[in-house]
């Protein structure tokens, strides 16, 4: 019975670090989208823009 009760402060420690790492990486990758998404942009328009010029 004693095994029990210790194991459960444990998987609060594991949880609490996996929700930690979780919203470490939800901030990385907003961060990295937020970088990115004038360059995806303008990617885009050129496109858009050398493809009209293609099919004239």
Known sequence: MRRLIASKPLE???EATDV???QA???HLHVINAHLA???NTV???QK???GLLIM
Do not use: G, I, S
């Open 38 to 40: 004038p360059v995806v």
């Open 12 to 14: 609060n420690v594991f």
């Open 25 to 27: 990486r939800k901030r």
């Open 44 to 46: 885009a328009t050129m």
């Open 20 to 22: 930690k790492q979780k």
């Open 49 to 51: 823009f050398f493809n």
